[in-house]
């Protein structure tokens, strides 16, 4: 077989506020005639984890394990066709149809931003956070660096882009404890590697800079 079912729960793992699964009440509400989205990847997409979401409409249900028909006319995957019987667990379920009560949690990963410094994407580490008043709704206020920038890159904007806060929580997400902190307000990493506040931060040559 060319393709095979992507696990979701192992994409996860690996991104755990950015990568959505239906939580368990969800899942426990599937039954026949319910339409469930899963990730087929082909031979050339296993090592990228792309992929083709496609819903499948379930036909048989047995606690974990599925049987269903494909619903989609898929794109790339040739051996697949419309009403091709599939099979598939409780793993490879990526999306469904009903309202989930978690989806708040991740509205907030996925829409709330935070401005952050390229090197810490590069890096995928940061040691410093500043908290200013937002511009909008989504805005934060979030400033994140890795502690590492020097003066000419900290001046460029253009080192800056503004990303969802479930990505930084991918990197570290001890910074729970403090997300919810009013402006103004920053934060260091210390030597244990836990995030103090600094107290006497210069705000006045930052408002003014």
């Given amino acids: 077989m060319s393709w095979e079912l992507d696990n979701v729960y192992d994409r996860n793992k690996e991104s755990p506020y950015t990568f959505y699964i239906p939580s368990k009440q969800v899942i426990a509400l599937l039954d026949i005639g319910d339409i469930v989205k899963l990730i087929f990847l082909g031979e050339s997409e296993k090592d990228g984890l792309a992929g083709e979401r496609m819903w499948v409409e379930i ?3 047995n606690g974990e394990d599925f049987k269903g028909l494909l ?5 790339d995957l040739k051996e697949l066709k419309v009403g091709q019987e ?3 667990k409780v ?4 999306d469904t149809e009903y309202e989930d009560p978690s989806s708040y949690e991740w509205d907030y990963y996925f829409d709330t931003k935070i ?8 890096r995928r580490e940061f040691n410093f956070m500043l908290r200013d ?5 989504q805005d934060s206020g979030w400033t994140v660096l890795s502690g590492y920038e ?4 900290l001046s460029n904007s253009e080192n800056f882009q503004p990303i969802s806060i479930g990505v930084i929580l991918n990197i570290d997400d001890s910074i729970l404890s403090i997300i919810d902190e009013k402006p103004l307000c920053a934060f260091e990493r210390n030597k244990e590697g836990l995030f103090e506040e600094i107290d006497d931060y210069d705000w006045d040559a930052y408002l003014n800079d």
Avoid: A, G, Q
């Fill in 59 to 61: 036909t048989e249900r």
């Fill in 71 to 75: 619903t989609n006319e898929p794109y």
């Fill in 86 to 88: 599939v099979l598939f």
């Fill in 91 to 94: 793993e490879h379920i990526c």
């Fill in 115 to 122: 401005m952050v410094s390229k090197d810490v994407l590069d």
């Fill in 133 to 137: 008043n937002p511009n909008n709704e």
């Fill in 150 to 153: 020097e003066d000419d890159f």
